[in-house]
Structures are given as structure tokens and as C-alpha cells.
């Protein structure tokens, strides 16, 4: 299993530079790439109270071209997760789930019953409160709800890694659509590679919408996630068509997450 990423690793580093080249053919026709305002540089995600002032708003969509897709929308599924702080070291630990299919209609979204004492319930953030557990399914049954829904799908995500670690699950690599690693969303911002953009930062500067307004919410993130891949479909999915790998890899010791 572990072989198998590595593999495909491998695979996507000897391919990086040739899709950097096809990439910024394709940026070249988008329209022009926005300077970023003093980057501060960071490993992780920060969190984007306050992100930037709309720089970029034109995405390959505004073509408004009608395009074959390279698979059918039904063989998506877009997830996100809502997290909350449990344990003595205040670790990060899912407490709802939403899955929305290609037209952002929700499959799933639930709570799920602590495994561990919450210790910090993010209310500001999350709106949650310690009633609002009181008859969330277990852990195992969310979670063999979300793997039966993950089956056989390519799964939209920003920063899967966390969801499916958080749930213990895997999926393949090949079908992940991860907005945190698209590397033309990391060029277009002028992004060092090493830097996790913050959905709210890629939602106001690629389509000029703010999200997290009022709070964490994993609907709003699960739809904003989507809509970001939709404008970038056709150039997405067909440099993976062509043989190479879009995005950047997830950090390594996540690596166990994908198969
Ligand atoms: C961004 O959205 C705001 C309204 O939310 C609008 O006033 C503004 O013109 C938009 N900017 C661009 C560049 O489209």
C-alpha cells in the first residue's frame, strides 16, 4: 500500500517540470496573475479572518465555453469537516461531516458523538455546543457512512489529508481533487510552494466570494471547495488525462491517507 503512494510520488515529481511549463501556457491565457501582498510565510494553514482585498476573479469558467467533461458529475462527491479541540493536548477532532454531490446538494452532514472529552467546542467558530451531541451517531457509524459514499468517487476536498485522517479512512490518490495542493491555484497567487493557501483566501481572490463570514461551517467550505475545482475542471482533469499530476504533494507524513 504504502509502495503504491510512494510509487505515485515518484511519478508526480518527474512529471512536475513538464507540467509547470503547460501551466503557465495556460495562465498566459487566463488573464494576468495578481502580485500577493506581503506574504507572510507559513507551513500550515492560517487561518484568513481577514483575507485580501479581490486581486483575480477570472477563471478558466469565464470562458462560459460548453465543455465535454472527462467524467460524468455524478462520479464526484465534494467533502469537508468541522473540527473541534478534544484530549488533555487539544487536538483537532472531527465533530461534523458534510458531503454534497457535483451540484453542491447534500448527501450527508452530521454530527458525530465524541470519541474523546471535548475540550475546547470552538463555539465562536462552530456554533456548537455540548447539547447539540446528545443524539449524534458514533464515530463508526459516520464513518462507515462517509466511506460508502467515498467509494469508487473522486473526492473535491480542500486539505483531505485532515478529513480522511480525522476519519480514519483512505482513498486513492489518483481520485483526489485537492484545492489546498492545485498548483495553478498556488501560481495564480504567486504562492511558495511550501504554502497552504486558506479556502477563504483562494474563494476571494479566484472568485471574489468571502466564505467563513459567520463562522466554520463545513457546508459553505464542502460548496466552496466545489465550485473552485468546477472553474478549473477541463484544465484539471485533462493534465491528469494527459499522463501528469496537478498538485503538489500532501505533507509526507500524511502520506498513509492515500492508497
Ligand atoms: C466582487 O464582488 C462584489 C460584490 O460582492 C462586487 O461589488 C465587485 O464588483 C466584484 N468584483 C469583481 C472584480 O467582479
Not at 3 to 27: D, H, P, R, S, W
Not at 68 to 96: D, L, N, W
Not at 106 to 116: A, E, F, K, R, S
Not at 203 to 212: A, K, P, T, V
Amino acid at each position: 500500500m504504502f509502495l503504491t503512494t510512494e510509487m505515485i510520488y515518484c511519478f508526480i515529481i518527474l512529471n512536475l517540470t513538464c507540467i509547470f511549463k503547460a501551466l503557465e501556457g495556460v495562465f498566459r491565457k487566463f488573464g494576468k496573475m495578481p502580485r500577493t501582498q506581503g506574504s507572510s510565510s507559513c507551513s500550515s494553514i492560517s487561518s484568513a479572518r481577514n483575507p485580501p482585498k479581490t486581486l483575480f476573479v477570472r477563471t478558466p469558467l469565464s470562458n462560459n465555453r460548453r465543455q465535454t467533461k472527462v467524467f460524468p458529475a455524478q462520479k464526484y462527491i465534494a467533502v469537508s469537516a468541522q473540527t473541534v479541540c478534544a484530549g488533555p493536548k487539544r487536538e483537532p477532532m472531527i465533530s461534523r461531516v458534510t458531503m454534497v454531490d457535483y451540484r453542491g446538494n447534500v448527501l450527508l452532514d452530521t454530527l458525530i458523538n465524541p470519541t474523546q472529552a471535548i475540550t475546547n467546542y470552538r463555539t465562536e467558530l462552530t456554533g456548537l455546543l455540548p447539547v447539540h451531541f446528545n443524539n449524534a451517531p458514533s464515530f463508526h457509524e459516520v464513518q462507515s457512512r462517509v466511506a460508502a459514499l467515498l467509494k469508487d468517487k473522486i473526492v473535491i476536498g480542500y486539505a483531505l489529508w485532515q478529513f480522511l485522517g480525522g476519519l480514519g479512512l483512505t482513498h486513492p490518490a489518483i481520485d483526489t481533487r485537492d484545492a489546498a495542493l492545485f498548483m495553478p491555484f498556488r501560481k495564480t497567487l504567486q504562492s511558495r510552494s511550501s504554502n497552504i493557501i486558506p479556502l477563504a483566501t483562494l474563494m476571494q481572490y479566484l472568485m471574489n466570494r468571502s466564505i467563513g463570514v459567520h463562522g466554520d461551517y463545513p457546508d459553505e467550505q464542502a460548496r466552496a471547495t466545489l465550485d473552485l475545482f468546477r472553474s478549473c475542471e477541463q484544465v484539471w482533469e485533462n493534465i491528469i488525462k494527459s499522463g501528469a499530476w496537478p498538485c503538489c504533494l500532501p505533507p509526507s507524513e500524511c502520506g498513509h491517507c492515500f492508497t
